[in-house]
């Protein structure tokens, strides 16, 4: 991933974690709330076993859920909608995460067999927050815009 990359999607965003490169002995990634992440994390999951060419995770957006996203090992890519652009990022640097805010469709396809994407959530599991349909995500976008500028 370059480190210079520009989101033009809102609500998403480059995380740069903190990184020793400890030659020989290996990489140490560091992630700390309210510091490299900007939020504060109360759930953290992984998602690995991914070598199925046609597995696809995501589909959906969030109300209010924000979170980070980090392929810790192997790449995967990320297609983003705010409701008014798209974006492509291919996830592959275990040194950046990408910031996926609320209301910011996301799917992910094209996993590495060694993909492992460790994301860090700002809230507990709710099955509410998710909308799981496109058009009620863009009608959640808009409804959101009239109330306050984004
Ligand atoms: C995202 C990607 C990377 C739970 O019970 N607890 C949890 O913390 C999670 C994340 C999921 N689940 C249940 C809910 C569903 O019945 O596991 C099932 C699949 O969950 P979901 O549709 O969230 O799975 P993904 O991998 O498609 O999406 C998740 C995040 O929701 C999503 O925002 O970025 O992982």
Not at 8 to 19: E, M, N, P, S, T
Not at 135 to 146: E, G, I, K, P, Y
Request: with cysteine; hydrophobic share 45%.
């Amino acid at each position: 991933m370059n480190p210079k990359l520009k989101f033009k999607v809102r609500r998403a965003g480059l995380i740069a974690l903190q990184f020793f490169k400890d030659s020989p002995d290996g990489n140490l990634f560091i992630a700390e709330a309210r510091r490299h992440i900007p939020f504060a994390i109360k759930r953290v999951y992984f998602i690995n076993n991914l070598a199925n060419a046609k597995a696809v995770r995501g589909r959906h957006a969030h109300r209010r859920l924000e979170q980070v996203l980090i392929a810790v090992s192997g790449s995967f890519v990320l297609q983003l909608d705010d409701g008014h652009r798209t974006q492509r990022v291919l996830v592959n640097d275990a040194s950046h995460g990408v910031y996926v805010g609320p209301l910011l469709w996301h799917t992910m396809t094209s996993f590495s067999y060694d993909c492992v994407i460790l994301v860090l959530a700002s809230e507990w599991f709710d099955e509410r927050d998710y909308i799981r349909e496109h058009d009620v995500f863009l009608q959640a976008v808009m409804t959101s815009r009239r109330q306050k500028p984004m």
